[in-house]
């Protein structure tokens, strides 16, 4: 898969972590900024960059840093055909993409250490969507909401 990886300035701590978890699980990297932690940037402009990347199908899934991963993923859920969630748990990472077809993980840089990110990028690049039954009928609702409004 290709991956889009995006951070501000306060979860650039984290980047680093993830380029390589997912790099060593065998998908490609988009990278798409911020490349330091000195400079202040803002977090909707790199989450833009990931959403456009998904959207435009030249990346099969996003991963987002923050401070938190709350800004990422407001900015995200703005675009449509994007569905971020933040996640610092391992099921949450999992079941976020089985259940609900999340297709961003957002991630906090001030809020988790980087002993736990290849365990989240894991979770998150190897779940599938079930697209079954339950799953299917509740996606189908959020599709239809994201569709009408």
């Known amino acids: 898969m290709k991956i889009a990886i995006a951070c501000d300035h306060a979860g650039f701590a984290l980047k680093a972590t993830v380029v390589d978890t997912v790099k060593q699980l065998g998908h490609e990297i988009i990278d798409c ?9 803002d977090a909707p402009d790199y989450a833009a960059k990931a959403a456009a990347l998904l959207t435009g199908k030249q990346a099969d ?3 987002l840093i923050c401070g938190s991963g709350i800004a990422m993923c407001l900015t995200a859920n703005k675009v ?3 569905y971020a969630s933040v996640c610092h748990d391992a ?11 999340m297709n961003a993980l957002c ?4 809020v988790i250490g ?14 599938q969507y079930f ?19």
């Open 61 to 63: 899934r996003a991963i």
């Open 33 to 41: 900024g911020t490349d330091n932690d000195t400079e202040k940037v």
């Open 107 to 110: 991630l906090g840089g001030r």
């Open 131 to 149: 697209n079954c039954g339950n799953y299917k009928r509740r996606v189908e609702k959020i599709l239809a909401l994201e569709k009408n409004f």
């Open 80 to 82: 449509r055909g994007v």
């Open 91 to 101: 099921y949450s990472a999992r079941q976020g993409v089985e259940h609900d077809n």
């Open 114 to 127: 980087t002993s736990v990110v290849p365990m989240l990028v894991k979770e998150f690049l190897t779940a």
